[in-house]
């Protein structure tokens, strides 16, 4: 069966340090990975993804992550964290059971970032 | 990437009573689903909202619970039935164009609590 785990419920980083928030996953074949963020009271944005090619995927406010297949992960980075950052992080892969023709989406428990001035 | 607007934005309902939200997307979508993200929790996909036909309803969401109406390619409602405390959530519509890559734009989501 298809999964997706973040090992860390919240992640602490002081402003200006780099940031990481994990992930893993499990899946048969091969992966499609995603990174969204929530905001308080608001909906999901999406950030980056992982289809194939590069595995250091750039995305929206600076993000990026890192696919490593030998480690089946897919964490979340930053070069320099704001305390804008701060927010709600999840994880999200391809699931490759079908609903009504089309592949869904596995979500992690999400990591909370906080980010300390 | 497509903007997904949601209505209402939060509601406070009785229980016993019921609920319908909808979604609207600015540009016409392959793919709209609704998602349950419960209290600190992760998001869950209730069921695929499919034009024209009958939603696909994942395991443990029921029809009779969760009717879900697809008119066309850019609006779909949502009504929580028969309400309970336990429903109280946030209701997340989502989109998507893709059939590959299965990228997905979300509402704002709908703040639901049912007393």
């Known amino acids: 069966a298809q999964s997706v785990a973040q090992p860390e419920d919240q992640v602490n980083v002081a402003e200006g340090n780099p940031l990481t928030v994990k992930c893993t996953y499990s899946?048969?074949?091969?992966?499609?990975l995603f990174w969204y963020v929530q905001y308080p009271n608001r909906g999901l944005q999406f950030l980056l993804k992982?289809?194939?090619?590069?595995?250091l995927v750039k995305g929206s406010y600076g993000f990026e992550a890192e696919f490593n297949k030998s480690q089946t992960s897919f964490h979340l980075k930053k070069p320099s964290a704001l305390v804008s950052d701060s927010a709600l992080y999840f994880c999200?892969?391809?699931?490759?059971?079908?609903?009504?023709?089309?592949?869904?989406?596995?979500f992690g428990a999400g990591t909370r970032l906080a980010v300390h001035p | 990437s497509a903007v997904i607007s949601q209505k209402p934005s939060r509601d406070i309902c009785q229980r016993g009573t019921s609920l319908t939200i909808q979604c609207q997307v600015d540009?016409?979508?392959?793919?709209m689903f609704w998602y349950r993200q419960q209290p600190g929790q992760s998001l869950t996909l209730i069921a695929t909202?499919?034009?024209?036909?009958?939603?696909?309803?994942e395991s443990g969401f029921v029809i009779d619970k969760f009717p879900i109406s697809r008119p066309n390619l850019t609006f779909s409602t949502l009504t929580v039935s028969n309400m309970s405390p336990e429903d109280s959530s946030i209701y997340l519509c989502?989109?998507?164009?893709?059939?590959?890559?299965?990228?997905?734009?979300f509402g704002p989501g709908t703040r639901l609590t049912v007393l």
């Open positions: 899946v048969s074949g091969n992966p499609y």
């Open positions: 999200a892969v391809r699931d490759l059971t079908l609903s009504g023709g089309y592949n869904k989406l596995i």
């Open positions: 992982y289809i194939t090619g590069d595995n």
């Open positions: 540009s016409q979508v392959t793919m």
């Open positions: 989502s989109a998507s164009s893709g059939m590959d890559t299965n990228e997905q734009f």
């Open positions: 909202a499919n034009q024209g036909s009958e939603a696909t309803y």
